[in-house]
């Protein structure tokens, strides 16, 4: 919501600024920059945030993870062979930022729930695992997204400034 918002915002100033040095908006900036840089930006500090989550062993401030009901033997709760931890990724798609993970069990430990299964008399039974959030939204998220947005938006608007009047001068 709020890249879209900044991406409106962006293509509009730009528009703008073209009509008064009267310049075409074709000529003057290639507006996917803009966006993809601090796209990028973004999902490299929000990745690295969400890695800290497993070292807090919270969701950014929001409460400690419930404990295990059974004693961890080695590691650290989710962090027991680092799996886990190393099968986070992020990529961009446009304005997106997505995460993925290739372990299987990553979901239910990041949105708790019900698993169901089946003993080995055969018999349905339900384990209910506890939310130990790592990646999801919060203010944090929000407020990283804010920073690079209010870092990277004026120097983007300097650097393509200057290379307009540059051509505003010849």
């Not at 003057?28 to 930006?41: A, D, G, T, Y």
Request: net charge positive.
């Amino acid at each position: 919501m709020l890249l879209r918002r900044l991406a409106q915002w962006a293509h509009l100033a730009v528009y703008t600024l073209c009509i008064v040095l009267r310049y075409k908006y074709n000529d003057f900036l290639q507006m996917k920059e803009l966006p993809q840089k601090i796209v990028e930006n973004i999902r490299v500090d929000v990745t690295e945030e969400f890695d800290r989550n497993f070292e807090r062993k919270s969701f950014f401030s929001n409460p400690k993870w419930p404990p295990t009901k059974k004693p961890v033997s080695r590691g650290s709760l989710l962090l027991r062979s680092g799996a886990m931890r190393s099968s986070l990724s992020s990529t961009t798609q446009g304005n997106k930022i997505i995460f993925t993970s290739s372990v299987p069990y990553f979901a239910i430990h990041n949105d708790g729930g019900e698993i169901n299964r089946i003993s080995k008399k055969g018999k349905p039974y339900k384990i209910t695992m506890p939310q130990r959030q790592v990646v999801g939204h919060h203010e944090e998220v929000d407020r990283i997204v804010r920073e690079n947005i209010d870092e990277q938006l004026p120097e983007w608007i300097n650097e393509n400034m200057n290379e307009c009047f540059a051509k505003w001068k010849k």
